[in-house]
C-alpha cells in the first residue's frame, strides 16, 4: 500500500506507521530502511515507528508487567490449553493507537470530538476478506484498499516484483507461536544466529512469564512456542504440512510456473502478523482499548 500510494496508484497517505515489538527478524528492519529511504521519503510520505517495548525482553523480566504470546500449554495432566493472546493488542495496536491520538492532536486522557478521525487503510488482500474489520474506536475508520482493487496476495507479489520488491519480508515476531513449520524452518536454514535466539526463548518460557513466577502464579504445566509442545530445536519442524503444499501449488499455478519436484513445493511462503489481522486467528481477541475508549 505505501508503494502504490508513492507512486500515485492510491492517494498519497499523510503518513504510515510502524509497530515495532522489538523482536522482528533482521530482514524485516532491514527492508523498512529501505523503503524508508527508497519509497517514502521521495514521496514525501513520514513512516512513523512506534513501540510498546520489546516483547522478548519483557517476558523474561520479573519486574515488568507482560501482554501473554498464545504459547501452547501441555499440563501434568496430559492436557492441552493456550495461554490468552494479549501480545498484538499490547504490544501492536496500542502504540499504533497513541501515535493516531497524538497526529489527531488529542494524547490520551483528552476526549476526541466525534466528528474528528483519522482513515486507516489495513492491508487485507481478497484472499483473505473476511479478516477486514471495522475499527474498534470511533477515531478511526478502517479502509481496506487492495479489497477496493479486487487485488490477491498474488496480485501484491506481481507488483512488488514488478518495482524490484520482490524480497519483501512479512512482518512478525521471530518467536511468534502461529508461525508455520515453514517459517521456523526459514529462520533455522537461513539465520542460525536468529534461530538459537527462539530456541533460547522457548527453553526460558517453559514455565512461563517471569513476572507471573516472580509472583508466585506459576503455570500448571509447561509452556512452548509451537504447537507439537516440543523443545522448538526437537520439534518436527521439516514435516511439510497440507497447507503449505497446497499454498505452493496455488501460487505457482498462479505465476503458470512448472512444478518441477518435492524441493521446490517445500519452499512455502512466510506467516505474518497484522495488528488489526493476526494470522494466527480469524478475529483478534477482544480487548479494552488501553487508550481510554471501550474496544
Known sequence: MLALSANGILPKADYAIFADTGWEPRTVYRHLDRLEKEIAAPAGIPILRVSSGNIRRDALDPEHRFASMPLYILNQDGKQRMTRRQCTGEYKIKPIKRQVRDLLGYPYPQRIPKDVFIEQWVGISTDEFHRAKDADVRYMRNRHPLIDMGWSRTDCIQYLTSIGLADTPKSSCLGCPFHGNAQWRHIRDTSPEEWQDVVAFDAAIR???????????????????????????????????????????????????????????EQDVEDGCSPWACRGETNAEPMQDDLGLAA
Open 207 to 265: 514455565k512461563g512469564n517471569a513476572r507471573a513466577n516472580a509472583a508466585g502464579n506459576k503455570l500448571l504445566g509447561q509452556a512452548f512456542l509451537r504447537r507439537s509442545r516440543m523443545p522448538l530445536d526437537q520439534a518436527p519442524i521439516d514435516h511439510v504440512t497440507a497447507a503449505e503444499w497446497a499454498a505452493r501449488r496455488e501460487e505457482l499455478s498462479t505465476a503458470e510456473a512448472p512444478v518441477s519436484d518435492m524441493e521446490e513445493l
